[in-house]
């Protein structure tokens, strides 16, 4: 699987909760893009943070 095959299948699984969000908290869907966003930043911060987190520990726990 292709990294962008990943993200458009990243993005269209957090599609559902989104509109659900939207119509339960009464928001207008101007707010959509906004949460689409944070969603895309927080997974692409997450996958850094992991990566950074996983070669500082290989560095100093070598096994």
Same mark, same amino acid.
């Given at each position: 699987m $292709?990294? !962008? *095959?990943?993200? !458009?299948?990243? &993005?269209? !699984?957090?599609?559902p &909760?989104v509109? !659900?969000?939207? #119509?339960? $908290?009464?928001?207008? @869907?101007? #707010?959509?893009?906004?949460?689409?966003? $944070? &969603?895309?930043?927080?997974? &692409?911060?997450?996958?850094?943070?992991? +990566?950074l987190? $996983? /070669?500082? @520990? +290989? *560095? /100093?726990?070598? #096994?």
């Amino acid at each position: 699987m $292709s990294i !962008i *095959e990943l993200m !458009i299948l990243v &993005f269209l !699984i957090n599609l559902p &909760f989104v509109v !659900i969000l939207r #119509i339960f $908290s009464g928001f207008g @869907w101007k #707010i959509v893009p906004l949460l689409m966003l $944070s &969603f895309a930043a927080g997974q &692409f911060a997450g996958g850094k943070f992991r +990566s950074l987190i $996983s /070669t500082r @520990w +290989s *560095e /100093t726990f070598q #096994i």
